[in-house]
Each structure stands twice: as structure tokens, then as C-alpha cells.
């Protein structure tokens, strides 16, 4: 009994420590990823939902093997109606939030696409964030 | 004394249904014209090949849009919106046409815009002429397009994003910025279509 009592801080800190090691922080969620069909040669834009960290991120750069280029843009229509394409070098991601991707805002194009993007077609997408690091995920080609 | 109060309220009552009944004006979506006018023109060539006269389509509703098959994102969205109205059309999609006017005829060859639109609707119409007949059209449409870079090859287009509408009398009516509910579009063209009946 006494041996029991004594080791007992070590025995509280030993079940935290192991508590500890075995939740894994809140990791960020991208979710609905999508991408426009397209023919060869032409361009395409992904979509999808990022379901931040608490601690948020910044979303660097995107990557893929389906293009020429693979870059991160932003639409943005002024008063006149005018829509105007921008290259992001990075996007900032809010801690529990959900930023989304979508068409008339940010989106990743790619640009001289190697192959049509067909209906159906699923290829990988890989997003590169500060903390985070690497990220792929799967894109499905989709009929909006 | 007394009836004649009472016949007074019946006649106003009356009145006041009577105009309730009247059809309210249709209330345009998008940004519509106050004071509405003969679309400009358009003289162009179809993916076929066929010079496309905006004026020899009267008696069909038109959707225009001016836009470039190389944008990724406001255009493709657009022409989606324009295949989902004309789906919730069924039969009454022969009685619209709608057309892509390219601001990119140096990319946009015939053959690019045929297949670029064939995908999401058999029976739309690829515009296209050359940057020197197109200025005339975008001026007289209030279209915006310029390239952002010298390269020959590797430029986008900041560009006017509007949908515009001309009934079946080749009046232009409103047009739509993007963003512009695609069920408000519907409303719209639903109504000249019914007035056109």
C-alpha cells in the first residue's frame, strides 16, 4: 500500500504523458475537391473546401503532373462587372475556419493541361502549406 | 343616407380588387435598360463557318456572353449556368440560343470554341471574328477585355462578365454580372418567352 501511494505522481504523470501521446492534434480537413473538364492543351480549375487547424496556415503553393504549370489564383470582379485573374504566392488560411475554393475566387489553375480532363477522371493534387507541409489529395473531374 | 355610404364602400372595395387582380410589371433581374433598345448588331462566324447575324435571329430569345475558352474559371462557370437554364427549359431551349462571343480569336480558332462548348451543350453558338471586327461589337456592348501580359502564348484576359439578354424582337432587356443567381436568368427568360407567346 505504501509502495502504491508513493509511485502514485509517477504513475499520473506516466497515464497523462501517454494520454498525451496518443490524442494527435486537430489536423485540417480538405474536403469536395473538384476539378473542370477540359480538353488538351487548355486550361482547368480545382476546387475544394479547407478545413483549417485551430492554429491556422498559409496555403504556399499547388503542384500536379496534369499540366505544364499549376498555380494558385484568385478571381475578383470589380463594380463594372470586369473579372481579373491574379497568381496568389500565397493565401492565408484562418484557424477554424473553413476557406473555401470556388468559382469567381480562389481556385488553382492549371495551365497547357498534358491530357483532356474527362468526366469521372480522378488525379492527385498536391497543396503546400507552411505548417502543415505537404498535402495530397484526390481531385475528381466533374460536371458542375 | 345610410345605403348610399354602404354602396360607396362596396364600389371602393370593389376598385381596390379589381386592380390587386392586374398583373404587376415584371420585375427585371441583372442591371436592365431603362430604356430599352434594338440590341447592336453582331456580324460573326459561327464554329461552322456560317456568318451569325444577331439580327437574323429575332424571333428566338439570345443569351450573350463575351468571354475566352483559355479562362479556367469565370467562363466555364457561366457556360454551365447557361446548359443548367437551358435544361430547366426542356422543350422551350429551341426557343433561345445562346452565344459565346470569344475575345481571344487569336486561341479561340473555330475548331477550339466548337469543342469547348460542345461539351456542355450541342446547340450553343461559338462566335468568332477578328479583334478588328470584334472592337466595333465590344464598344457597342460596354465590353471590357484586355490581355494582362505581351506573351504570345501564355497571357489571360481581364474581361466584362456579363450575360445579356435580348428578346425575341431583338430587344437588349438587362444583362446579368457573374454571380447573378442562374434562376434569376431563368425568371427572366421564362417571362419573354411567355410574352413572345
Redesign the interface.
Known amino acids: 500500500m505504501r509502495w502504491k501511494f508513493k509511485n502514485a505522481p509517477i504513475f499520473i504523470s506516466l497515464v497523462v504523458f501517454l494520454c498525451a501521446c496518443a490524442s494527435s492534434p486537430v489536423a485540417m480537413e480538405i474536403v469536395d475537391a473538384w476539378a473542370?473538364?477540359?480538353?488538351s492543351g487548355?486550361?482547368?480549375?480545382a476546387y475544394f473546401e479547407i478545413d483549417s487547424s485551430p492554429e491556422g496556415d498559409t496555403l504556399l503553393s499547388a503542384s500536379s503532373q496534369i499540366a505544364e504549370r499549376t498555380e494558385i489564383?484568385r478571381?475578383t470582379?470589380d463594380s463594372?462587372?470586369?473579372?481579373?485573374?491574379e497568381q496568389q504566392s500565397r493565401v492565408e488560411i484562418p484557424g477554424g475556419e473553413i476557406t473555401r475554393f470556388a468559382?469567381?475566387g480562389y481556385?488553382v489553375?492549371?495551365?497547357h493541361l498534358h491530357a483532356a480532363l474527362l468526366v469521372g477522371d480522378i488525379f492527385s493534387l498536391t497543396l503546400n502549406f507552411e505548417r502543415a507541409g505537404e498535402v495530397t489529395i484526390d481531385v475528381e473531374v466533374q460536371?458542375? | 343616407m345610410k345605403n348610399t355610404q354602404r354602396n360607396y364602400f362596396l364600389i371602393l372595395l370593389l376598385l381596390i380588387l379589381l386592380s390587386s387582380c392586374g398583373a404587376a410589371p415584371h420585375q427585371w433581374h441583372g442591371s436592365p435598360y431603362s430604356n430599352p433598345k434594338e440590341a447592336p448588331e453582331i456580324i460573326l462566324f459561327d464554329t461552322q463557318g456560317e456568318t451569325f447575324r444577331l439580327s437574323d435571329q429575332k424571333g428566338k430569345v439570345v443569351l450573350l456572353f463575351f468571354g475566352y475558352?483559355?479562362?479556367?474559371?469565370?467562363c466555364?462557370?457561366t457556360v454551365?449556368e447557361m446548359r443548367w437554364v437551358f435544361d430547366q427549359l426542356g422543350e422551350d431551349a429551341e426557343r433561345i440560343i445562346f452565344g459565346f462571343v470569344s475575345v481571344d480569336p487569336e486561341r479561340d480558332t473555330p475548331e477550339?470554341l466548337e469543342?469547348?462548348l460542345k461539351?456542355h451543350n450541342a446547340n450553343f453558338y461559338g462566335l468568332w471574328g477578328t479583334s478588328e471586327e470584334l472592337e466595333g461589337i465590344k464598344a457597342a456592348y460596354g465590353v471590357?477585355a484586355e490581355k494582362?501580359s505581351e506573351d504570345p502564348e501564355?497571357y489571360?484576359i481581364?474581361?466584362?462578365?456579363?450575360v445579356f439578354l435580348v428578346d425575341a424582337e431583338g430587344i437588349l432587356r438587362t444583362?446579368y454580372?457573374?454571380?447573378t443567381f442562374p434562376e434569376d436568368i431563368l425568371a427572366d427568360v421564362e417571362y419573354v418567352l411567355e410574352d413572345q407567346e
Open positions: 473542370r473538364p477540359a480538353e487548355a486550361n482547368s480549375a489564383h478571381t470582379i463594372e462587372g470586369k473579372a481579373r485573374m468559382p469567381g481556385h489553375m492549371f495551365i460536371t458542375p | 475558352t483559355y479562362c479556367p474559371d469565370v466555364p462557370a454551365a477550339v469543342n469547348y461539351r471590357y494582362d501564355n489571360l481581364t474581361h466584362t462578365a456579363r444583362n454580372s457573374f454571380g
